[in-house]
Antibody, heavy 121, light 107 residues
Framework: QVQLVESGGGVVQPGGSLRLSCAASGSSFSTYGMHWVRQAPGKGLEWVAYIRNDGSSQYYVDSVKGRFTLSRDNSKNTLHLQMRSLRAEDTAVYYC??????????????WGQGTLVTVSS | DIQMTQSPSSLSASVGDRVTIACRAGQRISTYLNWYQQKQGEAPKLLIYGASNLQSGVPSRFIGSGSGTDFTLSISSLQPDDFATYYCQHSYSAPLTFGGGTKVQIK
């Protein structure tokens, strides 16, 4: 079973930047796709971004396109989400999520504990 | 984008009850439908994938069914540990979207 640990959350002013990281335990990190899913306070779940196992492709929800960049370092078992031009509506708990490699990487198999991002002046 | 609509948004039930939650997709998605459970203050947990496949370690009282646009999650006999919020999610293509959630509360 994979363990995912997010870091990098915090308070940032509107228009600011933040970089989230996710450290994955275990081997085989380079064999599965990874996602970020967020949840605004008291709200439902929203998929944010996906990156293929080899980092060759990324997909984003429209609301973050051009502002967020997802990358991965398979040599260090880490995932990064660079967030720029942050807005109040980006305030949420951000979860790092592993795709279910043996069925579909678009199924969210394992979740980290989440890191809170607060965009406020 | 594929819109996912869950109903009801909340329900009250007693231990031992059979509970059913519905999820409708805005277009046909075959069986690319998954269910998650989220307890207060915790990360979501995968219950069902591919509409009806039980994730390893999940109790067999959780049953998923459906295909096309209409899906259901049933809990055959509600247990105290099952009081939580449940979300459906399609895995047909990006962007991936969730239903609004169904909160299962104690009656």
């Amino acid at each position: 079973q994979v363990q995912l640990v997010e870091s990098g959350g915090g308070v940032v002013q509107p228009g600011g930047s933040l970089r989230l990281s996710c450290a994955a335990s275990g081997s085989s990190f380079s064999t599965y796709g990874m996602h970020w899913v967020r949840q605004a306070p008291g709200k439902g779940l929203e998929w944010v971004a996906y990156i293929r196992n080899d980092g060759s492709s990324q997909y984003y929800v429209d609301s973050v396109k051009g502002r967020f960049t997802l990358s991965r370092d398979n040599s260090k078992n880490t995932l990064h989400l660079q967030m720029r031009s942050l807005r109040a509506e980006d305030t949420a708990v951000y979860y790092c999520v592993k795709g279910k490699r043996d069925y579909s990487n678009y199924v969210f198999e394992y979740w980290g504990q989440g890191t809170l991002v607060t965009v406020s002046s | 984008d594929i819109q996912m609509t869950q109903s009801p948004s909340s329900l009250s039930a007693s231990v031992g009850d059979r509970v059913t939650i519905a999820c409708r997709a805005g277009q046909r998605i075959s069986t690319y439908l998954n269910w998650y459970q989220q307890k207060q203050g915790e990360a979501p947990k995968l219950l069902i994938y591919g509409a009806s496949n039980l994730q390893s370690g999940v109790p067999s009282r959780f049953i998923g069914s459906g295909s096309g646009t209409d899906f259901t999650l049933s809990i055959s006999s509600l247990q105290p540990d099952d009081f939580a919020t449940y979300y459906c999610q399609h895995s047909y293509s990006a962007p991936l979207t969730f239903g609004g959630g169904t909160k299962v509360q104690i009656k």
